[in-house]
């Protein structure tokens, strides 16, 4: 595999008849790192995957790797592989056929263009449907072709543009694992395009989460599943109780929380949270105990869905704010529970007047 020390990106931008889509995108990414690209449709990040790619130029910005600058060389000449959502698969030509067109457009001798087919359908084991048409195989097989036809190149960097999204959820889940090991074993430098945060946070090294083409956070999936920079991070990395309060009482990081009809004691992420302000308090389901605790407040259950080891449970406090936790047990419908958090596990941010709470449920909902 062709190999480099460091892309860089600097302050990347991409606008569409004066309208921005990607905003001062600036970053480095190392040699054989798997780089995650996280967001809701509009966010930005298939833009900055096809600025990578050529398809797109910049509006703004460069692009390097090592010492030379690529985002002046047309797409065959940055030595890129592509995944496409869609497969993009020749129809007409064998599942041979399809891997070896980039060789064929490189001129590789047969014997070497035979062998290099050979191994990269061995690699995703499709071996025995070589002289298959796409027509004929599954959609998780068509996957495997596409990026088949990707790595057979031997490209310096992999591009993947929400490959697993027309999979069902075993075959994501099978092929999740498959990406991560081909990954691994051949030393590829991939950008991976998702809108999934499960998706991202098992295979990527680094996530990129962005909001109308801005960057958000960048960090390892830790550090962004542990420590998200804002509410909007906190929401794609499973916070999905995102609550409008009132920071009643400050004191350095400790801050009491009054609103939606009940009082909780959380961690402000910022030290900037002034006594009074408006603040969206983010907690994860799992993390909110039923029973009698610290700072213990009542709601009523309104969802109970058994779901095998556990009850995902919606319930209401008595201003209707619904509230999402996992239970051991059932919790009948109609019922009042008594619920805790720890005051570690919730998160205090600054109230932003331009991200609505909910932004993202609200995108993947319109989406459905």
């Known amino acids: 595999m062709a190999t480099f020390d460091t892309l860089k990106l600097d302050h990347v931008g991409r606008s569409f008849t ?122 998780g097989q068509q996957q495997r072709v596409a990026i088949a036809r990707a790595i057979v190149t031997e490209p310096r960097l992999v591009l993947m543009d929400e490959p697993l999204s027309n999979l069902d959820a075993k075959l994501r889940l099978d092929m999740r694992g498959e990406i991560r090991r081909l990954h691994q074993s051949l030393g590829l430098t991939t950008v991976y395009v998702t809108h999934d945060q499960e998706e991202a946070l098992s295979m990527a090294d680094r996530l990129v989460v962005l909001r109308l083409g801005h960057v958000q956070q960048i960090g390892t999936p830790e550090e962004l599943h542990s420590n998200p920079v804002n509410y909007y991070v906190a929401d794609f990395m499973g916070y999905r109780n995102l609550i409008d309060m009132t920071a009643s009482r400050v004191s350095d990081r400790s801050v009491t929380l009054t609103g939606a009809g009940i009082e909780l004691h959380g961690t402000a992420f910022h030290n900037d949270i002034a006594t009074g302000a408006p603040v969206v308090v983010a907690i994860r389901p799992e993390d909110i105990d039923v029973g009698l605790g610290l700072h213990s407040f009542e709601a009523t259950v309104v969802v109970n869905e058994y779901r095998g080891s556990v009850y995902a449970v919606d319930a209401v406090t008595s201003t209707g704010q619904l509230i999402h936790l996992l239970s051991q047990d059932s919790c009948p419908l109609g019922s009042s529970i008594t619920l805790h958090v720890k005051p570690e596990r919730v998160l205090v941010f600054p109230k932003d007047p331009d991200v609505p709470v909910g932004e993202i449920a609200a995108a993947a909902e319109a989406k459905s």
């Open 18 to 139: 004066g309208q921005a889509a990607l905003v001062d995108l600036t970053m480095d990414i190392h040699g054989g790192e798997f780089i995650a690209l996280l967001g809701p449709s509009g966010c930005g990040k298939t833009t900055a995957l096809n600025c990578l790619a050529g398809l797109l130029p910049l509006t703004t910005g460069d692009i390097w790797i090592d010492d030379e600058r690529v985002d002046t060389l047309p797409p065959e000449k940055r030595d890129f592989g592509m995944v496409f959502q869609n497969y993009a698969l020749f129809p007409h030509m064998s599942v041979a056929k399809n891997v070896s067109f980039g060789l064929q457009m490189r001129n590789v001798p047969k014997d070497a263009m035979r062998s290099r087919v050979s191994k990269a359908l061995d690699m995703v084991k499709l071996s025995e449907y070589a002289a298959r048409l796409p027509g004929q195989l599954s959609g």
